[in-house]
T-cell receptor, first 112, second 113 residues
Framework: QQQVKQSPQSLIVQKGGIPIINCAYE??????FPWYQQFPGKGPALLIA?????SEKKEGRFTISFNKSAKQFSLHIMDSQPGDSATYFC???????????FGPGTRLSVLP | DSGVTQTPKHLITATGQRVTLRCSPR?????VYWYQQSLDQGLQFLIQ???????AKGNILERFSAQQFPDLHSELNLSSLELGDSALYFC????????????FGEGSWLTVV
């Protein structure tokens, strides 16, 4: 129940494409869902986050869609650029323990 | 810059040795988390501290231990090191507000030879 599933494991798109990364969870105690972007050799950096009372949140070219009934959420990257090539992690916060559970990550490559 | 400081950035040591990794959380953050990331792997949660007390434990080996001090900095101690312990170790911190999230340091690269 503490798992967050993430797919796909890797993704290759052309510049300008719209990669979509999907995550799913079971634990209804999760109350906050951030996404992190990690470049090789660097720490994960917070990208965008959403609460379950909101169905969509957009920040720049990044959009989170949230489906509370299905317990699924996804990240869309509009007009993707080679500089977006990184590993993306979805996460969920457990409201009881204030702990964060991470998905296994998606390695995105945006081709020029 | 996330505000989370980790030292050392790189460390090379021999099998069987012991090392200590240090983390200073963001100013005001009471929670500290430790994660291990092996090559091309995900983030494996090790342990969480809140205001000096252990809050949650993940897949942390018995050879590993951690603590959070009164000034809120934290140390992760790795002993009897094995080749498989070579990884990037991340510290993260958070406050406890309703909008809190965690912010990661740049990590400590540990290579065991």
């Amino acid at each position: 129940q503490q798992q967050v599933k993430q797919s796909p494991q890797s993704l290759i798109v052309q510049k300008g494409g719209i990669p979509i990364i999907n995550c799913a969870y079971e634990n209804t105690a999760f109350d906050y869902f951030p996404w992190y972007q990690q470049f090789p050799g660097k720490g994960p950096a917070l990208l965008i986050a959403i609460r379950p009372d909101v169905s969509e949140k957009k920040e720049g070219r990044f959009t989170i869609s949230f489906n509370k009934s299905a317990k699924q959420f996804s990240l869309h990257i509009m007009d993707s650029q080679p500089g977006d090539s990184a590993t993306y992690f979805c996460a969920a916060r457990d409201n009881y323990g204030q702990n964060f559970v991470f998905g296994p990550g998606t390695r995105l490559s945006v081709l020029p | 810059d996330s505000g989370v400081t980790q030292t050392p950035k790189h460390l090379i040591t021999a099998t069987g040795q012991r090392v200590t990794l240090r983390c200073s959380p963001r100013s005001g953050d009471l929670s500290v988390y430790w994660y291990q990331q092996s090559l091309d792997q995900g983030l494996q949660f090790l342990i969480q501290y809140y205001n000096g007390e252990e809050r949650a434990k993940g897949n942390i080996l018995e050879r590993f231990s951690a603590q959070q001090f009164p000034d809120l900095h934290s140390e992760l101690n790795l002993s009897s090191l094995e080749l498989g312990d070579s990884a990037l170790y991340f510290c993260a911190s958070s406050d406890r507000g309703p909008g809190n999230t965690i912010y990661f340091g740049e990590g400590s690269w540990l290579t065991v030879v």
